[in-house]
T-cell receptor
């Protein structure tokens, strides 16, 4: 049973707009949450992590966490064509040591 | 720094043959992982190792084995490959001690025919 759910997309936004990527999870005990970006044919790379309820900002990226609703999101402001990629939500796998459990990812397309 | 190195980058393998995918990290991370990524199924954990000398089964361990003789190396072996093992395989590592970000290798694209 997959514990991390994401819409597969594709999510299409025009250049300069805000892209909103969402993720829900089932394990209420989860304490840390990670957003990865994966370009086609490449390996995943970390964008942000968040541990506390509320917002965390890093440049054009903002992660939002609501533990009561079991919901984490990633906002990308001033979206650029170079942001076109698949975005993966991840949280610790409670059954596998320190491993992360990944959602299937949301494909984002930023159109010029 | 090299980070995590996987070899080979890609491979075509005849069904029934065995193969070892190699993974080496130079970050002195305690924990290492093997994932496979398939279209529509996302990243799925095959095996993991929290520290040298220990291994554990992930979500999809059948048909695969691992060993962790030292901190740096975490090879993945397919004893008798089947077409359903066609996938992109990623090795990853993390410092360990608590759940933290995982750093990924560049991946191995394996095709079993």
């Amino acid at each position: 049973q997959k514990e991390v759910e994401q819409n597969s997309g594709p999510l299409s936004v025009p250049e300069g707009a805000i892209a909103s990527l969402n993720c829900t999870y089932s394990d209420r005990g989860s304490q840390s949450f990670f957003w990865y970006r994966q370009y086609s044919g490449k390996s995943p790379e970390l964008i942000m992590f968040i541990y506390s309820n509320g917002d965390k900002e890093d440049g054009r990226f903002t992660a939002q966490l609501n533990k009561a609703s079991q919901y984490v999101s990633l906002l990308i402001r001033d979206s650029q064509p170079s942001d076109s990629a698949t975005y993966l939500c991840a949280l610790p796998n409670s059954n596998s040591g320190y491993a992360l459990n990944f959602g299937k990812g949301t494909s984002l397309l930023v159109t010029p | 720094t090299a980070g995590i190195t996987q070899a080979p980058t890609s491979q075509i393998l005849a069904a029934g043959r065995s193969m070892t995918l190699r993974c080496t990290q130079d970050m002195r991370h305690n924990a290492m992982y093997w994932y496979r990524q398939d279209l529509g199924l996302g990243l799925r954990l095959i095996h993991y190792s929290n520290t040298a000398g220990t291994t554990g089964k992930g979500e999809v361990p059948d048909g695969y084995s691992v060993s962790r003789a030292n901190t740096d190396d975490f090879p993945l072996t397919l004893a008798s490959a089947v077409p359903s093992q066609t996938s992109v395989y990623f090795c990853a590592s993390s410092p360990g001690g608590q759940p933290t970000e995982a750093f990924f290798g560049q991946g191995t694209r394996l095709t079993v025919v």
